[in-house]
């Protein structure tokens, strides 16, 4: 394994093969552009070395037998098409918010009578994981684009936290019912949350040792409760694992590694990364890309490493939802993961001059149109403001 100093790479270079972090978590996959963007977002975050089998260059060999791009492209953008039609923007947001109210209607029943109906929640969670399954980039794509309610944090955090789950869930081939199960963990895992102060689990500044001890005794409230209501105990102990870590710095019980139940593994790459990409009373939303990268600042040993990679091969890199600045200057969205290579996912473009706002769907690759870098808030403020027709 190369040992590469991080300051002493020169932008814009691409990896022969795949650059870790820590000798063991993946960063970036072979072939991939390393821009002056990501080394300096890595600079911030205080990464100092890389770890690679191979070796920086400025150019890529050419293969001698190059793959049809073209078509591949244009199978996905009608494979994503097709997907698309399965349910119109506006019935997925109608049913995305029928689901939002059902959440709301959980907790609120429970904060009121101390009551849960069991067979309601499994019922519509295998609703949601129906949903994510057939539109799932729709959904991704509302996700990443409708206005967060930090008002009602408990019921925003748990149903996003519910769809990451599944799509995760997915990514990782578990078995339906698993994945029913997965969902309503992670929808009712801050249920105990309900028992303790909100200014405790929803103030900025640091807890006091005593208020950290009330917070931290919230998993074992959600599986109480949910165990009372006769929960699968799959679904009981992943609520009580989700704030666990692999090296054993989570609680309540400092589990480590195989003691950890699968959920619980799952649902703390889940928390987490909502938690980051989500809005706080006290904080703002970080994009995606930089969600991502922010649970690498984290040390990696905290997470299970396959759940890690189900994160970022379901998501990839560059989320769908969010905008990237492209290689010829203008703005997309990335609609869709690309199950042939997840290093270049399909991007919308933001056409300023088309009828329709988003009017080309394409897949970004190494020889066509490649992904730059995250698009400034500002960037992709302006194109969608300019892409508006009069």
Same mark, same amino acid.
């Given at each position: 394994?190369?040992?590469?100093?991080?300051?002493e790479l020169k932008s814009p270079l691409y990896f022969t093969e795949d650059v870790y972090i820590d000798k063991k978590f993946l960063l970036?996959?072979?072939?991939?552009?390393?821009?002056?963007?990501?080394?300096?977002?890595?600079?911030?975050?205080?990464?100092?070395?890389?770890?690679?089998?191979?070796?920086?260059?400025?150019?890529?060999?050419?293969?001698?037998?190059?793959?049809?791009?073209?078509?591949?492209?244009?199978?996905?953008?009608?494979?994503?098409?097709?997907?698309?039609?399965?349910?119109?923007?506006?019935?997925?947001?109608?049913?995305?918010?029928?689901?939002?109210?059902?959440?709301?209607?959980?907790? !609120?029943?429970?904060?009121?009578?101390?009551?849960?109906?069991?067979?309601?929640?499994?019922?519509?969670?295998?609703?949601?994981?129906?949903?994510?399954?057939?539109? *799932?980039?729709?959904?991704?794509?509302?996700?990443?684009?409708?206005?967060?309610?930090?008002?009602?944090?408990?019921?925003?955090?748990?149903?996003?936290?519910?769809?990451?789950?599944?799509?995760?869930?997915?990514?990782?081939?578990?078995?339906?019912?698993?994945?029913?199960?997965?969902?309503?963990?992670?929808?009712?895992?801050?249920?105990?949350?309900?028992?303790?102060?909100?200014?405790?689990?929803?103030?900025?500044?640091?807890?006091?040792?005593?208020?950290?001890?009330?917070?931290?005794?919230?998993?074992?409230?959600?599986?109480?409760?949910?165990?009372?209501?006769?929960?699968?105990?799959?679904?009981?102990?992943?609520?009580?694992?989700?704030?666990?870590?692999?090296?054993?710095?989570?609680?309540?019980?400092?589990?480590?590694?195989?003691?950890?139940?699968?959920?619980?593994?799952?649902?703390?790459?889940?928390?987490?990364?909502?938690?980051?990409?989500?809005? *706080?009373?006290?904080?703002?939303?970080?994009?995606?890309?930089?969600?991502?990268?922010?649970?690498?600042?984290?040390?990696?040993?905290?997470? @299970?490493?396959?759940?890690?990679?189900?994160?970022?091969?379901?998501?990839?890199?560059? +989320?769908?939802?969010?905008?990237?600045?492209?290689?010829?200057?203008?703005?997309?969205?990335?609609?869709?993961?690309?199950? @042939?290579?997840?290093?270049?996912?399909?991007?919308?473009?933001? @056409?300023?001059?088309?009828?329709?706002?988003?009017?080309? !769907?394409?897949?970004?690759?190494?020889?066509?149109?490649?992904?730059? *870098? +995250?698009?400034?808030?500002?960037?992709?403020?302006?194109?969608?403001?300019?892409?508006?027709?009069?």
């Open positions: 394994m190369n040992t590469l100093k991080l300051l970036f996959t072979a072939e991939s552009c390393f821009t002056e963007d990501m080394k300096r977002l890595l600079c911030d975050w205080q990464f100092t070395l890389l770890y690679t089998k191979g070796e920086a260059v400025e150019e890529l060999a050419a293969k001698e037998e190059a793959e049809p791009q073209e078509d591949i492209a244009d199978n996905r953008v009608k494979e994503n098409r097709s997907a698309e039609q399965k349910m119109s923007g506006e019935q997925v947001e109608k049913t995305y918010r029928a689901f939002f109210d059902f959440t709301a209607e959980v907790y !609120a029943t429970y904060r009121n009578s101390q009551s849960l109906d069991t067979e309601k929640v499994l019922s519509k969670m295998k609703e949601l994981h129906a949903f994510v399954q057939n539109n *799932r980039q729709a959904i991704l794509i509302l996700q990443s684009l409708m206005h967060y309610d930090a008002d009602n944090f408990l019921v925003t955090h748990s149903l996003r936290s519910a769809v990451f789950a599944i799509v995760l869930g997915i990514e990782l081939k578990l078995q339906s019912h698993q994945l029913v199960e997965l969902a309503v963990a992670a929808l009712m895992h801050e249920i105990g949350l309900i028992h303790i102060s909100e200014d405790i689990y929803s103030r900025a500044t640091e807890l006091s040792d005593e208020e950290k001890k009330y917070l931290h005794v919230h998993p074992v409230l959600s599986c109480k409760i949910l165990k009372k209501a006769k929960f699968p105990l799959p679904i009981c102990l992943g609520t009580l694992d989700h704030h666990e870590r692999e090296n054993g710095t989570g609680y309540p019980q400092k589990l480590t590694g195989e003691k950890i139940s699968l959920y619980g593994k799952i649902l703390a790459v889940v928390c987490s990364y909502e938690a980051m990409t989500g809005q *706080r009373k006290y904080k703002k939303a970080d994009e995606p890309a930089a969600g991502l990268l922010n649970i690498l600042r984290k040390e990696p040993s905290q997470y @299970d490493e396959e759940v890690l990679r189900a994160l970022l091969n379901s998501l990839s890199f560059f +989320p769908i939802g969010s905008f990237v600045y492209l290689s010829n200057n203008l703005v997309g969205q990335v609609i869709d993961t690309n199950s @042939d290579d997840p290093r270049f996912p399909i991007v919308r473009i933001i @056409d300023r001059s088309a009828k329709e706002l988003f009017s080309e !769907a394409i897949r970004t690759g190494m020889d066509g149109i490649r992904i730059m *870098r +995250p698009a400034r808030k500002e960037e992709w403020i302006a194109a969608l403001g300019k892409g508006k027709k009069d």
